[in-house]
């Protein structure tokens, strides 16, 4: 694809966007910005449905909604709480280190710098960038495998790894399409560009991708 049109392929999708399902973090966001609820439910969408993200993400709250709170919840009640998602024992251990973390470092209050971020347990770029974007409105470009899997099809970028999209989007992507660009290609992916069989035949931004790697589509 032409780069310069990655602006007209972001105009399409936003104007496209009314008709998809918002991610749930975005959805979250959108409702209330609070960095906290975007931290933890970050944390518990990992390998896990939107929907299952969403329903455990409110059960939780429902019972604790501060880091003091959720450290008076034992692992195996969070744990209980907010299964089925992914690695649920696991998180629920990942949700009460954080906890403390902020209490202990931050005032309870989550830090709003990549590298503090990243210094939590269990805190990848996916997850600090979402943050920063959706939590503090400030810039990040959040790569997900929906992410990294567009912006390559599409021609923009070539790279193999999610980490190197990242980078790679932040040296060419203009800085105003930082903020939204995940909540744009993820609900993109999910109901058009699929990972499998996309559905190019009713593609609103067919003309301007390359195609790459599609060997099958509808």
């Not at 939107?50 to 019972?63: G, H």
């Not at 470092?105 to 770029?125: C, F, H, I």
Request: with cysteine.
């Amino acid at each position: 694809m032409n780069d310069g049109h990655i602006e007209e392929i972001i105009s399409i999708l936003g104007g496209e966007l009314e008709k998809w399902e918002l991610p749930i973090v975005s959805h979250l966001a959108k409702e209330k910005r609070n960095p906290f609820v975007i931290l933890i439910s970050t944390l518990l969408s990992l390998r896990t449905k939107d929907e299952v993200t969403s329903e455990a993400t409110k059960r939780l709250f429902s019972l604790a909604s501060t880091p003091q709170e959720i450290l008076q919840l034992s692992p195996e009640i969070i744990a209980k709480t907010i299964y089925p998602v992914g690695f649920y024992k696991n998180k629920a251990k990942t949700i009460l280190a954080a906890c403390r973390e902020l209490i202990d470092r931050y005032n309870s209050l989550v830090p709003d710098t990549m590298e503090q971020l990243l210094a939590m347990k269990g805190v990848g770029r996916k997850t600090a960038n979402l943050v920063l974007t959706l939590g503090f409105n400030k810039e990040g470009i959040c790569v997900d495998t929906h992410v990294h899997r567009i912006s390559n099809r599409l021609g923009y970028v070539r790279t193999g790894a999610p980490e190197q999209t990242e980078f790679a989007l932040r040296e060419k992507l203009p800085h105003k399409y930082w903020l939204d660009y995940n909540t744009l290609l993820v609900a993109f992916g999910r109901h058009v560009c699929r990972p499998v069989s996309p559905l190019c035949g009713s593609c609103p931004v067919s003309n301007y991708c390359d195609r790459v790697g599609v060997t099958k589509s509808r």
